[in-house]
């Protein structure tokens, strides 16, 4: 499965379009200024039903209201890397990992402690 679906072109495409699905949500309910920290584009000031937790990361774009220190910033980008590697099936690989984040392969990789968990 690496190479043609997972970490490989059409990965990297899938990535894209959660990138586009997650402006088009971002931008227009962002208050706050929009910017971009390395390969992450943050959208602050967004309503708090528009994520779980202190935000979420779509492709890219990372959905908060105002939870974007730079130890969570740093949390996030391990996420763009995923999304990177595993494109669409990220929303599935994430889900059946579990809800918890404590016991959630992907925000341990991402960091526990950088993702304010600890």
Not at 70 to 90: I, S
Request: with cysteine; hydrophobic share 40%; proline share 5%.
């Amino acid at each position: 499965m690496t190479g043609v679906v997972v970490d490989s072109p059409l990965s990297r495409l899938g990535c894209s379009f959660a990138t586009l699905v997650g402006l088009t949500i971002g931008v227009p309910l962002s208050t706050g200024r929009v910017r971009v920290v390395g390969d992450l584009i943050v959208c602050r000031g967004l309503p708090r039903w528009a994520f779980k937790r202190g935000g979420t990361c779509i492709g890219r774009v990372y959905l908060t209201r105002d939870n974007d220190g730079p130890r969570v910033l740093r949390h996030e980008a391990v996420h763009v890397t995923q999304w990177r590697k595993y494109g669409m099936l990220m929303p599935l690989l994430y889900f059946l990992a579990g809800s918890d984040p404590l016991t959630n392969r992907f925000e341990i990789e991402a960091g526990l402690e950088e993702g304010g968990y600890r």
